[in-house]
């Protein structure tokens, strides 16, 4: 978050930036702003934030101000009030990334995994805040492990032979959604990669799908023909592969996909929207 304004740079920890939007801004909020960054140098920081606070008012849309008041709060060691902004920030523009990855972190710090997982997943992977998500991404998956509850059973194994050991099978990167076929062949997404690996009864991998049309997929499943159904987080959307690999995109514009899954019985697909917390139902014969 960059501010170009007349006076200067906050040097609260070298966290506060310039940039060139500041003609998109009122004057009395950039008045307001540069009066938290004198004093911010004097180390007021609460009549800095009020200063900012001022600004807002006067202009809703200077998420620099919002920005640069939540370091300050995480400056300050107040970590619950700098994600209440950071949140407010993503609210009025969903590509503020760095704003992203903070509500995340932060989420991460508060030991809330699935919320600051469903904030990174927000982030697409051509920007250059997400070479900082793969950092956190493990971590979070390695506090939703500590977090789980032990059971009796955490791996899967098939009970029609109790003395076959369990397999696992390791070198994913970021595996989110999985599914199986009528062959007994298992399909595991990546989601930090982009594809779709297939394994085999005998354990042997191979790249099902990479790439484009796959696109942050974090649910799949399978129809009674075999054909994947892959929901992308980040393009919004639902992608059908047949077992020939031929694949198109049968439903746009989805809120989030989170999970998908097919009735067999019945040829229907569900799909669940994170962002507007609905599911949808869909006739798959009307998707052809």
């Avoid at 200063?51 to 300050?72: G, H, Q, S």
Wanted: with cysteine.
């Amino acid at each position: 978050m960059k501010l170009s304004i007349q006076i200067s740079l906050i040097v609260l920890a070298n966290l506060f930036f310039i940039s060139s939007s500041a003609n998109a801004y009122t004057p009395d909020a950039i008045n307001k702003y540069n009066q938290a960054i004198d004093f911010s140098k004097k180390g007021m920081h609460k009549e800095a934030i009020l200063a900012l606070e001022e600004a807002v008012k006067v202009d809703p849309n200077l998420t620099d101000a919002y920005f640069n008041m939540a370091v300050i709060y995480e400056h300050l060691k107040l970590n619950d009030a700098a994600l209440e902004v950071y949140k407010k920030i993503v609210n009025i523009n969903k590509k503020d990334y760095e704003s992203i990855y903070k509500v995340a972190l932060l989420y991460y710090k508060k030991k809330q995994p699935a919320k600051a997982l469903a904030y990174l997943f927000l982030m697409p992977k051509d920007v250059k805040e997400f070479s900082k998500c793969k950092s956190l991404y493990k971590d979070i998956l390695g506090l939703l492990d500590k977090q789980a509850k032990p059971t009796n059973e955490s791996k899967i194994v098939d009970i029609s032979n109790k003395n076959e050991k369990n397999k696992v099978y390791k070198g994913f990167e970021g595996p989110t959604g999985i599914t199986q076929d009528s062959l007994g062949n298992v399909y595991v997404a990546s989601y930090l990669t982009d594809t779709i690996i297939k394994i085999n009864k005998n354990g042997e991998r191979t790249v099902f799908m990479e790439g484009q049309p796959i696109n942050g997929p974090i649910s799949i499943t399978i129809d009674k023909q075999d054909n994947i159904y892959v929901a992308n987080y980040i393009s919004s959307d639902i992608v059908k592969i047949s077992q020939d690999g031929q694949s198109k995109i049968v439903l746009q514009d989805v809120q989030k996909p989170y999970f998908v899954y097919v009735n067999k019985n019945r040829n229907l697909l569900y799909v669940s929207e994170q962002r507007d917390n609905t599911v949808i139902r869909l006739n798959l014969s009307k998707l052809e």
